[in-house]
């Protein structure tokens, strides 16, 4: 009834990914993954794009999208699959988070200069700044080129990860949601146990969050995940069958710019995989461009 390789998490150029759409298409079929999504950061690009490579034959694919979110209880990451990406809800959202980012940029690239004394020459601003969706590891990669850092990795942690942004530079997980919703799309929140995935929750910290999230409209879990160990699986689906939310499943690939493989999502055929994950597959089915449909 189902593919039996899914991805339903991945990233491209149009937020920190290395892999173009037209990339992303190849790879995924070279590894007969027969259902995928991108989720690139609070962007539609590459989804508008993908829309019109596909043809008949080609793998199942769902619109999504991952959003960066904030509020009072901590950091979260919102997917949302299967939204119209013509809907002004969704597309005056993307917008709105756009220029969040691009501030967020600018006001790393000055604290770098202020607390570090990092700088780049102006053309590799200019190119950084001209990006559809520029973040932390795009700065990495020029603080490595320009011998800041020994690696992208040392860049984030020890640079870019203690500084300290004042002023509002992400959206409230509710304004996510509705959006999301409004959109005619599925909101599920993303590696669940790692917060914005960088964090490490215990189990009462999700079930506050869990419970804060439903309350606004959410409707799934990320419960098959790259990095999750098998308890933490476990304990995902704990939540999703308590709470009665649904589960996706994602590798979180981001190209050369993570060291995850392409459909790594802990889950070897969605046709063995939990009920919750069914019922996802289920709902999106009809909303998805490719070959496969219930019957």
């Not at 039996?4 to 990339?23: C, K, N, R, V, Y």
């Not at 919703?181 to 079930?207: F, M």
Request: charged content about 25%; hydrophobic content about 35%.
């Amino acid at each position: 009834m189902y593919p039996t390789l899914i991805d339903m998490h991945m990233h491209t150029t149009a937020s920190d990914g290395t892999d173009s759409p037209e990339e992303i298409l190849k790879a995924v079929k070279d590894a007969g993954i027969g259902l995928f999504s991108m989720t690139d950061h609070d962007a539609v690009k590459s989804c508008v794009k993908m829309q019109t490579l596909l043809s008949e034959n080609d793998p199942v694919f769902i619109n999504g999208i991952e959003f960066s979110c904030k509020d009072g209880g901590g950091k979260y990451h919102i997917l949302g699959f299967g939204y119209d990406h013509n809907s002004e809800a969704i597309l005056n959202l993307v917008e709105y988070t756009h220029d969040l980012r691009m501030q967020k940029v600018q006001k790393r690239l000055e604290a770098l200069h202020d607390i570090y004394h990092v700088t780049f020459p102006d053309e590799e601003v200019d190119a950084l700044l001209s990006l559809n969706n520029p973040g932390k590891p795009h700065i990495g990669n020029l603080m490595v080129k320009y011998g800041f850092a020994e690696s992208r990795e040392d860049a984030i942690n020890h640079f870019l990860n203690q500084i300290r942004i004042k002023g509002t530079t992400s959206i409230d997980p509710k304004d996510a949601i509705e959006a999301i919703t409004k959109s005619g799309g599925i909101p599920v929140l993303a590696h669940p146990v790692y917060g914005d995935g960088s964090q490490l929750l215990d189990e009462g910290e999700l079930t506050r969050r869990i419970r804060v999230l439903i309350q606004y409209g959410l409707r799934g879990l990320e419960c098959y995940y790259s990095g999750f160990s098998p308890k933490e699986q476990k304990m995902m689906f704990n939540f999703a069958h308590e709470y009665d939310l649904l589960a996706s499943a994602g590798s979180d690939y981001h190209g050369k710019n993570k060291m995850i493989m392409l459909g790594d999502t802990n889950l070897d055929d969605a046709n063995e995989a939990d009920e919750q994950l069914h019922r996802l597959l289920d709902e999106l089915a009809p909303r998805g461009r490719g070959q496969w449909s219930i019957q």
